[in-house]
């Protein structure tokens, strides 16, 4: 850098202060090797996938397996990255799954076919975010604690409703999502639905009011405060956005699986956690992205079928999983003090 | 000074950070004993060379020799161990530790090397609050339950912990009141009288004279001047090398009274007070008009502007705007009716360090910008960067995250989100806390033009020569209560200074 004179405040406001350029592209580059990391460890995982299990894993229909099943826990990951981006946690997303998926398919539920299924799965979901959002935001309950309360009580009435028996579905309607004939272009209608959750899940925390005041409430609750935003009314729509989107998971679930079940959604909220914290976002509120977050929910899922292909048992899976876990976050830390 | 090598030698230290040289090459010399002023601009580097000195940084390039020996200063404790201390711009106690916890964290006393003695550390701390002129502050409490300029003393305390032989300060007397500066100006002739060195960073010029030895100007990075004698280098020279140009440094005209006096009253308060905090309060501000309240740090001037806000809920009283009343304790009520807060702690209060200008900007005018929650962005940019450039940000890149601006481009960008709602009652609590001289004499006409344009003004500040220059009228409080309501014209400094710490009208 030369000698950089200031320049005249009243005249010629276009000098362009030291570095505004490389300032700009470094926040660019940043966000670029976040993402791109995170694609990198997809590449691989398809590239070990493909050379171990060549035929079975690049069969059309695996990889139409594993989007489907990456679609439940993907639209739940969207609503659990708008919450931890706002400081908060939704430990029973779970729970919710389960007790959404089972009063969908009770039998009087099933009466009122298609639209009784759905309407009840995506109104249980937001009925219980709206517990959560509630206790947190207006009883001022600690996240944590709220929503594990809310899990332990979900996952009992779910137990309650079913008797711990398999409710089959018998709207054919509802069956009839699942099957290949209403595959579009050979992409499952489930995923179509988890692409469509990601577009606007992305469109409200990058280009609304809605995602700008989430993402202040969760860097600086007291100065979003005392900007004039109501963060306990934002508090509250948090825990409901998180709610509607385990409805609408829980609806997914019975779609694919053909029946509700207590036992749904078992360990959801670690998945869809841990792919948060993966693809970038701060536990500790106040940054994150979707994309990320759904990168992360490929990558698990990715992971979870090479295992299943290659025959490992689920403890090795877990402790693959936890190893990426630490390996990401890792990544993340020096990519974010090196640029 | 003698001819011995000077106590510490810094000589061609650079630093970047992504896209930014904050140091391109600075020179500095300290000798034993002495005050040393560091003098720069906002963003001018200041408080990332005296980092690199801390440990707390590493420099990209450049040597540093410790009484003539050349050192690497890996790390904070490494800093430490020569005997440097610092007191940070951002106070980095933690809240949740007691007074002598913070004042001994990382070097607890201990026996057995594990077990911390509690009681050892309380002895030891409340003899350095005793030192320090501040025996009343309790080791055992919490420091977030302190006032800011406690927790000031407080990290003055934790510096002196330490056996020191050179202590940094950057703008410790930010957040202090005359008194308080008074205390530790004479801390600092005492550390300096025992042989201790100084340096001391502030944008107050006054103090550089008072008890400044030798001064180092910094601008953009570089040392234009170096060893300047404080005390006989004209003002004008010294603020010519900061700035590159000359400032005047007054205060914007104030219009004809008369005008103002006519329009009916934007702002009233009735009768508010907060037990504990404030007795019952009355005033009234007038479009176009600037009220300044001038008191001690802690005499209840930010918990009146915080009520009047609804950010604390009032034991009694009202406020109203344009004779309507707001609903109490509520500040989405007040900033719909068109109030603006630019808070004392914008760190804490204000800010979101980790989102860009732009948006630290915009948070308060998001509807603005918005179609039934649909952001435009290149409205709110266009917006963002008008509001930079009107109060000269640096950088003026709107879209850099606010954590990496320097501490008075922070202070604008708070500035900056109000002046971009474009409300209709400031409330402006010490706005020009670590502010430059050149930029704050363009806040100051910034403010004043606002006010002509029809915007009510109050403003509370320590400094008693800003709340006499810019405001019209001068509310004095000491402890919570108003003792006395004058034209500004009619009061000097010495009189608010008598009337601030007796609360005797004197005539
Ligand atoms: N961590 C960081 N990342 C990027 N840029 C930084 C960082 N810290 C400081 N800077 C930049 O370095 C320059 C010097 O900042 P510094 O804080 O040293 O200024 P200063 O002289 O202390 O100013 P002030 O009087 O406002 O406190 C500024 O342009 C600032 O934006
Ligand atoms: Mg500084």
Known sequence: MTQNVSPPRDSAPKVPSAGEQPAWRAVLFRADVRTLSLLGVLAVLILIGGLTKPDQFLDTRNLQLVLTQASVIGVVTVGMTFVIISGGIDLSVGAIVALASVWATTVATQEYGFAGILFTAVLVGLGCGLVNGVLIAYGGMVPFIATLAMLASARGLALQITDGRTQIVTVDSVLDLGERDAYVLGIPPLVLVFAAVTVVGWLVLNRTTFGRRSVAVGGNAEAARLAGIDVRRQRLYLYLLSGLCCGIAAFLLIVLAGSGQNTNGNLYELDAIAAAIIGGTLLTGGRGTIVGSVLGVLIFTTITNIFALNNLQTDVQQIAKGAIIVAAVLVQRRTASTT | MAPEPPLLSMSGITKSFPGVRALDGVDLDVQAGEVHCLLGQNGAGKSTLIKVLAGAHQPDTGTISWRGEDVTLRSPIAAMRLGIATIYQELDLVEHLSVAENVHLGHEPTTAGFVVRGRAARASTAELLQRLGHPEIDPGRLVGDLSAAHQQIVSMAR?????????????????????????????????????????????????????????????????????????????????????????????????????????????????????????????????????????????????????????????????????????????????????????????????????????????????????????????????????????????????VPVRTLSGGNQQKAVLARWLLRGCRVLLLDEPTRGVDVGARAELYAVVRRLADEGLAVLLVSSEVPEVLGLADRVLVLREGSVVHTAPARELDEHRVLDLVMEGSPAS
């Open chain 2, 159 to 399: 510096a002196l912990s330490h056996d020191v032989r050179l202590i940094v300060m950057d703008e410790p007397s930010a957040a202090l009141d005359p008194d308080e500066v008074d205390n530790l100006f004479r801390i600092v002739g005492d550390l300096t009288a025992a042989g201790v060195a100084v340096v001391y960073i502030s944008h107050r010029l006054e103090e550089i004279r008072r008890i400044g030895d030798r001064v180092t100007v910094l601008k953009d990075g570089r040392a234009v001047a170096r060893g300047l004698p404080a005390k006989s280098t004209p003002t004008s020279e010294v603020v010519s090398l900061m700035t590159g140009r000359n400032v005047e440094y007054v205060f914007p005209p104030r219009p004809d009274t008369p005008r103002v006096a006519a329009a009916e009253p934007v702002l009233t308060v009735e009768n508010l007070s907060r037990r504990g905090e404030f007795a019952p309060l009355d005033l009234q501000v007038r479009p176009g008009e600037i009220v300044g309240l001038a008191g001690l740090v802690g005499s209840g001037r930010s918990e009146i502007l915080e009520t009047i806000y609804g950010a604390r809920k009032p034991d009694t009283g009202r406020v109203l705007v344009d004779g309507k009343p707001l609903r109490p304790g509520s500040v989405r009520a007040a900033v719909r009716a068109g109030l603006g807060l630019a808070p004392e702690e914008r760190k804490a209060q204000a800010l979101l360090m980790l989102e860009s200008v732009t948006r630290n900007v915009s948070v308060s005018s998001m509807s603005r910008f918005a179609r039934a929650g649909w952001i435009d962005r290149g409205a709110e940019l266009g917006a963002a960067r008008a509001a930079v450039r009107e109060l000269s940000l640096r950088p003026d890149n709107p879209d």
